[in-house]
């Protein structure tokens, strides 16, 4: 069963750079890592994806080291409307052509002035 | 959001009373799934769906039921709602193929169980 840790939180100050990273030592071989941000009272929204080594679009960067153990998601100089809770998911891969999507615990950003 | 809807978005029910939940998509996709968030636990993967009438269980699938006779439609049943079951419920649709785990969520359906 892929299990993912994260921290459970994280404070910031607006244009601070912020890290946050999330283990997965069973990730299943052909899978990717990605990354969402979630608004209360919204669904969670995607903002990054990647297999191996490193991705940046206009948002974020996502840091996957070669073992593929772990990732980091990078949020460039936050600012207020960046507080939100951050999940990875990874895949859980089973036979029968499907792939039990299992999210992380979260982490919840709190960005201040 | 992006062809996803779900109904109701919000229902107060009774113990012991049987409840639905729609998902409802326009986007043709062939993976859905059904993840309940509640504080405290992130998001926990209930069912999900790989292709009509092809459904798998989840991390807490008891209590719950799921069925798609359609490629468009994914109903979670609850036979007989707990209190335990009292929960936002959110629907996602999965794009494209192999290693592409982009989901797109619903706006969510809060459930009360008195």
């Known amino acids: 069963l892929a299990k993912t840790t994260q921290p459970i939180s994280m404070d910031s100050y607006e244009g601070q750079e912020v890290n946050i990273t999330c283990s997965h030592n069973n990730i299943a071989t052909n899978d990717y890592i990605t990354w969402y941000q979630q608004f209360p009272s919204q669904g969670p929204r995607f903002i990054i994806q990647g297999y191996k080594t490193k991705v940046t679009n206009e948002v974020a960067s996502l840091f996957i080291p070669a073992d593929r153990k772990s990732s980091t998601l990078s949020l460039p100089r936050v600012s207020l409307s960046d507080t939100a809770v951050y999940y990875c998911l990874v895949a859980w891969e089973v036979t029968g052509g499907g792939n039990k999507l299992t999210f992380g615990t979260g982490t919840q950003l709190k960005v201040e002035l | 959001d992006a062809g996803i809807t779900q109904s109701p978005r919000h229902k107060v029910t009774e113990t012991g009373t049987p409840v639905t939940l729609r998902c409802h998509q326009t986007e043709n996709h062939r993976y859905m799934y059904w993840y309940r968030q509640d504080p405290g636990h992130g998001l926990r993967l209930i069912h999900y769906?790989?292709?009509?009438?092809?459904?798998d269980k989840g991390e807490v699938s008891d209590g719950y039921s799921v069925s798609r006779s359609k490629t468009e439609d994914f109903l979670l049943t609850l036979e007989s709602a707990t209190s335990s079951q009292t929960s936002v419920y959110f629907c996602?649709?999965?794009?494209?193929?192999?290693?592409?785990?982009?989901?797109?969520f619903g706006a969510g359906s809060r459930l009360t169980v008195l």
């Open positions: 996602a649709i999965r794009s494209a193929g192999s290693g592409a785990n982009v989901l797109t």
């Open positions: 769906s790989y292709g009509v009438k092809d459904t």
